[in-house]
């Protein structure tokens, strides 16, 4: 029995950490979800929701070189890996939540195939700005770069996309929807 990997993915200030994090407080158990904490170049401390790995970039690129990443990308100048660890969870028939990016999704069609649920969450300009400054991980040309970058990129091919303009437990109640439904997709 092959598991579902819910790569979730959108622009900085989405609110994928809250609406992650809020669905996952609302899981049970028996729901057999996995959160797959990433590993990145950053600080742990450094604003945000996500609990993630820090490593430094040597560390990191020993990592890579090892095989210790099912899925890496860089991006914002930062190096993103989620561990090696998920292919066996999918294996043993686990849902598994990764927090992802939209640059790495023709990988992780490659390397996950139809266990990939890619799912992304949106959310308007300006709610975007006012998260990425409310975080205060960026200065003002850092969040100026990103909200161009999430202009500039193509709309991503998805199977599920959740708005996260409202409340994060809306956003966060759709997720969980998607998860706890059967079958390979949710689209």
Request: hydrophobic share 50%; charged share 20%.
């Amino acid at each position: 029995m092959t598991g579902r990997l819910f790569l979730i993915v959108g622009p900085s200030g989405a609110g994928k950490d809250t609406v992650i994090a809020g669905a996952m407080a609302r899981l049970r158990p028996t729901d057999d979800v996995i959160l797959a904490r990433r590993m990145i170049t950053r600080p742990l401390h450094s604003g945000g929701a996500e609990q993630h790995i820090p490593v430094s970039p040597a560390a990191f690129a020993r990592l890579r070189a090892a095989g210790a990443f099912a899925l890496d990308w860089d991006s914002h100048g930062l190096s993103y890996g989620i561990g090696a660890e998920v292919q066996p969870w999918l294996d043993a028939g686990m849902t598994v939540i990764a927090n992802g990016s939209r640059a790495a999704l023709p990988a992780a069609r490659r390397v996950f195939g139809a266990a990939l649920v890619a799912t992304e969450i949106t959310a308007r300009p300006e709610v975007l700005a006012a998260r990425l400054v409310a975080r205060g991980r960026e200065s003002a040309a850092d969040i100026a770069e990103r909200l161009a970058r999430s202009r500039g990129l193509a709309p991503a091919p998805v199977h599920l996309s959740i708005p996260n303009d409202g409340t994060p437990a809306q956003a966060a109640a759709l997720l969980l929807a998607a998860i706890q439904k059967d079958g390979p997709t949710c689209a």
